[in-house]
């Protein structure tokens, strides 16, 4: 498959936890990596490598995988987590790059 | 921490070709693959392609015929022509830093495709 699929859209009350998840067929073979963007910003990395944190990225951000699908949850989701969130990774060959169509967060 | 400037036109005709320079500074261009992403307004981020200091290179298959990608590794500086360029170009073009991940990104430059 050549293709990451996301859901266009999530909501989360504020505290609360939210997953946001990635499927795709490569994702059983290569791990995925996540992105956070905040309006008119270039996006950050939050999780690389499927469960990996960059530092500075704080510890309610945490990424997890099974089977095809990769996922990143949020615990106790705060007002600034507010953002698009794109996962990332190869395509099913390994040869190129795929972004999934991305996420919006809504925190309530 | 490796820093990114893109640099370059924010309007291009139709027709015409798309040229943008990345500058590397705080770290070693031989470091990574280096890479151009972009993003059109109001949609999601699209991979174009990455360099190695080398040379070695890899492109998005949707954009190959269009798209080359070329380093300077004395000027610390990678580039990114798209060529026969529409309005569906138009996009914000990110440069970032590329090992698996893109960990290091430009803050971003629109580029405009009409007349």
């Known amino acids: 498959s050549s293709e990451l699929t996301q859901d266009p859209a999530v909501s989360v009350a504020l505290g609360q936890t939210v997953r946001i998840t990635c499927q795709g067929d490569s994702l059983g073979s290569y791990y995925a990596s996540w992105y956070q963007q905040r309006p008119g910003q270039a996006p950050i990395l939050v999780i690389y490598h499927k469960h990996n944190r960059p530092s500075g990225i704080p510890d309610r951000f945490s990424g997890s995988s099974s089977g095809n699908t990769a996922s990143l949850t949020i615990t106790g989701a705060q007002a600034e987590d507010e953002a698009d969130y794109y996962c990332?990774?190869?395509?099913?060959?390994?040869?190129?790059?795929?972004f999934g169509g991305g996420t919006k967060l809504t925190v309530l | 921490q490796v820093q990114l400037q893109e640099s370059g036109p924010g309007l291009v005709k139709p027709s015409e070709t798309l040229s943008l320079t990345c500058t590397v500074s705080?770290?070693?261009?031989?470091?990574?693959?280096w890479s151009w992403i972009r993003q059109p307004p109001g949609k999601g981020l699209e991979w174009i392609a990455y360099i190695y200091y080398s040379g070695s290179t890899n492109y998005n298959p949707s954009l190959r015929s269009r798209v080359t990608i070329s380093v300077d590794t004395s000027q610390k500086q990678f580039s990114l022509q798209l060529r026969s360029v529409t309005a569906a170009d138009t996009a914000v073009y990110y440069c970032a830093s590329y090992w698996n991940d893109f960990d290091n990104w430009g803050q971003g430059t629109l580029v405009t495709v009409s007349s």
């Open positions: 705080g770290g070693s261009i031989t470091s990574y693959y």
């Open positions: 990332n990774s190869r395509d099913s060959s390994g040869n190129y790059v795929l």
